[in-house]
């Protein structure tokens, strides 16, 4: 141990006439330790433990934007791009920024909790205003992703300076803490989101109830264990400050039920009769309760599924051209809301109809509700029906499958839409194929031919890949306005974000040609043909993109492909 004392008989050496007297430790007000009323290892256990509830805080700002920005707009890895790209540059912003609070280190941290408290709390709401009233959030989502990365990143620096108020160690421990703390908190957060408050409060309340528990953690650490530290005025603008901010999430979300109402009516119109959110998307059923079934529309997870004015044409298509020839058993993939399968059973010598769907909430929607059942002519009414509850491509994998099934209908969202992408894979198709009986037949759903022509050549180059023949065509004289792919701002007609106004299909087989596109004359069909359809092929034909490779599973070809 080094002793600094002066040794015995000597005298300290006098200060020179112009040497500045040591008075700065004195005057700041961070230079030494903080008088707490609890003693130092509990104020260290405390900051801490803040620093663990804001890290998860955080984490759901970010996820729930994520989350929410994926939904409204469409194209998740675009989205989780932006959102955390943007909020990583931001968080550097914000550490720069807190160099200018280290002078008031809690009132900085207290105000800097408030109002991510607020922001945080309230983006949600915010996102899905503007994509209800205005139609488009993108300008909004960068907008929040950055504010709430300045706020989180001047945290950690605040944060590391009230620590070392606490009780000074070295700079090396001191972070190693926090971030300890604060890894440990966004894991938390990371499973809290989509396990609890998700499921159990939905996006905007559970951002407001984050939010909440974000202002009371960073409010009760400034104003209780750092409150003498604060002047007399600062105590009283951070109490008032995260009172308001306390009270302001509270109402938001005793109202949010009602503004989810009214922004619902402002996207979906006036009929909304069904809304529910299931484990796996929103299901919202619009049209009067009584009447017919054509006023119908059914929309998953915002995006137009079923209408009831042309859905006919749609399912027409798909289905049929397949069903020329054996077609004993049937598998419908996805299809839950029984529109498919009404059309296959039209086809009096099927023996058995399989479908299946990730969604139960649909298929129970399909046998209760009085309009979709009536529009789907209450199949599952029908003991030929079975469903099975499973991910399609999970399903197909196993060996049991193989070689069960003269036809299959490939009914799926948009293949556009990231978290179907790999059901329109080289792999997927694969499986598929291998489900098949020898001569069988595969109907896919490849998405509207006139507005997204790369997508679609992508999805017939695919099924090439995978070994089948392929007949391309397309069905046109779409009614429905409401875009179903996965980013649904319109743009100018005719452009990437306009209207569709057909539907493209690919009709493959295992054989050594292609299949034929014919379609029974014995089955009452309102819209298709064998003329019609074979008229479409040609057109289809004339507008093919050749040279485009497939869709794989490590490669997918569709994120902003149109």
């Not at 300045?150 to 944060?159: H, K, N, S, T, W």
């Not at 790999?422 to 598929?432: M, P, V």
Request: charged share 15%; proline share 7%.
């Amino acid at each position: 141990m080094i002793d600094r004392s002066v040794p015995g008989g000597v005298l300290p050496a006098a200060p020179e006439p112009h040497a500045p007297e040591p008075q700065a430790a004195q005057t700041n007000p961070v230079a030494g330790p903080a008088a707490l009323p609890v003693q130092p290892g509990t104020g260290r256990l405390l900051v801490l433990a803040t620093v663990f509830v804001c890290a998860a805080c955080g984490l759901v700002y970010e996820l729930e934007l994520l989350a929410l920005a994926s939904y409204l707009i469409g194209d998740s890895v675009t989205q989780a791009s932006v959102v955390l790209s943007v909020m990583v540059f931001a968080m550097g912003i914000g550490s720069l920024l807190a160099k200018r609070m280290r002078a008031a280190p809690a009132a900085g941290f207290g105000a800097v909790e408030a109002v991510l408290a607020l922001v945080g709390g309230l983006s949600a709401t915010a996102l899905y205003a503007s994509f209800a009233w205005l139609g488009e959030s993108r300008p909004v989502l960068v907008a929040f992703s950055l504010a709430i990365g300045i706020l989180i990143g001047a945290e950690i620096p605040l944060l590391m300076t009230l620590i070392q108020r606490v009780r000074r160690q070295d700079a090396g421990g001191a972070v190693a803490d926090l971030f300890a703390a604060d890894y440990v908190g966004a894991l938390v957060g990371g499973l809290a989101f989509p396990f609890l408050l998700l499921p159990l409060l939905g996006q905007l309340t559970g951002a407001m109830l984050t939010g909440m528990v974000n202002a009371a953690a960073g409010g009760a650490l400034v104003l209780w264990l750092f409150r003498r530290d604060l002047t007399r005025r600062a105590r009283w603008l951070l109490l008032v400050g995260n009172v308001t901010v306390l009270a302001l999430l509270a109402t938001a979300g005793i109202l949010s039920d009602d503004f989810e109402r009214i922004a619902r009516t402002a996207v979906y119109g006036g009929q909304v009769r069904v809304a529910v959110q299931t484990g796996v998307q929103e299901l919202v059923l619009t049209g009067p309760a009584g009447g017919s079934p054509r006023s119908l529309d059914l929309y998953l997870d915002g995006r137009l599924r079923v209408s009831g004015y042309d859905e006919y044409r749609y399912h027409e298509a798909l289905v049929h051209p397949a069903m020329y020839g054996r077609h004993a058993r049937v598998l419908v993939l996805g299809g839950g809301d029984g529109l498919a399968a009404r059309e296959v059973l039209r086809h009096p010598d099927v023996e058995s109809v399989t479908v299946v769907e990730l969604d139960p909430g649909v298929v129970r929607l399909a046998r209760t509700d009085p309009m979709l059942s009536g529009l789907n002519g209450e199949v599952y009414a029908d003991p030929r029906i079975g469903v099975v509850i499973s991910d399609a491509f999970r399903w197909l994998r196993d060996p049991v499958v193989a070689g069960r099934f003269d036809v299959i209908i490939s009914d799926l969202p948009d293949p556009g839409i990231t978290a179907s992408t790999k059901l329109y894979s080289q792999e997927f198709y694969g499986l598929a194929a291998r489900a098949l009986r020898p001569g069988g037949r595969i109907a896919v759903h490849a998405g509207p031919l006139s507005t997204r022509p790369r997508t679609y050549w992508t999805v017939e180059a695919t099924l090439r890949a995978a070994g089948l023949r392929t007949a391309p065509y397309s069905a046109s004289g779409r009614l429905s306005g409401f875009a179903a792919g996965p980013d649904r701002t319109p743009g100018p007609a005719g452009g990437p974000g306009a209207f569709p106004q057909d539907w493209g299909f690919v009709l493959a087989g295992a054989g050594r040609r292609a299949p034929e596109l014919t379609v029974g004359s014995d089955t009452g069909l309102r819209f298709l043909s064998t003329t019609s359809l074979r008229t479409a092929a040609r057109a289809a034909e004339r507008l093919r993109i050749r040279g485009l490779p497939p869709s794989t599973l490590s490669h997918p070809r569709y994120a902003g492909v149109s």
